[in-house]
């Protein structure tokens, strides 16, 4: 089984997870590494000692090839394109935060969009080229501590039912209900990604639908509790792409300092479910299922009535007789 590791964003804590995604699937796989980054460490790091170059003498990018042995790897500067102003500024998902420092800016998301769309074009590239077929293709972030082991096999029956299907490792719920229209999503749902190669190449053909999926579609659907996620499984909807939704446990580290983690384990996976259902949003589904228990006690309560009195009246019966 001939499988692609595509890397993509800013390589952060990649020293310390190198080893869990070692451990968890490059050792269990005949795996080739693909890698599209930054020219900086993390996104606020001005600092020479953070700065990543395809040089001899940069000790950062020297880290990287002597870890991960690419296939192929990019490395930009965050000048290709310009674009201003915040996610979702107007409504729901920024309402809680109106210091703009804490807002998640257009500019940072489409770059995470086409270091994917990037890392994806390295791979298919060199596959073309040197007439390569892969099994599978996992897109995952350098800040991803694996906490168990990758098994493919056991997503096979999504495969082989749909060519367009994506294995998506997300985190829990957010349910949102607004003028009767009920909206799903999974938070983290674009961080690892397990898939077919005709089905990954099909997400990531472009950017083009950029601005339809996160500009056009927080400001059409106002009043929803609108995430970067939302937009990201809009992109999929466009493209033909059914995400399937397991769990696999990992960690999320982006600060070195260990500062700053996102936990995803089963147990985190269910609370998030029930976090969901009883979240400030769903006030219109309590209620109805409010009424529903009501109701299906009262029938209870009616069964066991009928029931005493059809006894009663077969007992009565059989003293008649």
Known sequence: MKIAVQLFGHMRTFEKCFERLNEMLLSKYDCDIFIHTWDRLN????????????????????????????????????????????????????????????????????????????VNKLRKHFADKNHIHYDYILQIRPDIYLEQQVDIGQYENEFSYSDNSIIN???????????????????????????????????????????????????????????????????????????????????????????????????????GYYRAFNSRDFPVLQKRVSLLEKKVTRYRNYLKITVAVSLCLICGLMIVM
């Open 169 to 271: 490792f997300a985190e829990y719920p957010v349910i949102t209900i607004h003028q009767q229209r009920i909206e799903f999503c999974f938070t983290a749902n674009d961080i690892v990604l397990l898939a077919k190669p005709k089905a990954m190449d099909k997400l990531f053909s472009s950017l083009s639908v950029f601005e339809k999926c996160y500009i056009d579609y927080p400001n059409i659907f106002k009043g929803y509790n609108c995430h970067p996620e939302n937009s990201f499984k809009e992109v999929a909807i466009l493209q033909g792409i059914n995400f399937r939704y397991y769990v696999l446990p990992y960690k999320l580290i982006r600060e070195i300092e260990e500062k700053s983690k996102i936990n995803v384990d089963p147990k985190e996976f269910a609370d």
């Open 43 to 118: 996104h606020d790091f001005s600092d020479a000692e953070y700065k990543i170059e395809k040089s001899e003498n940069n000790i950062l990018y020297n880290k990287i090839v002597s870890l991960y042995h690419p296939k192929s790897i990019q490395i930009e500067s965050q000048n290709v394109f310009s674009i201003k102003g915040y996610y979702n500024e107007k409504n729901s998902y920024t309402d809680d935060n109106p210091n703009p420092v804490g807002k998640l800016k257009l500019s940072s998301i489409k770059y995470m969009l086409y270091s994917m769309v990037s």
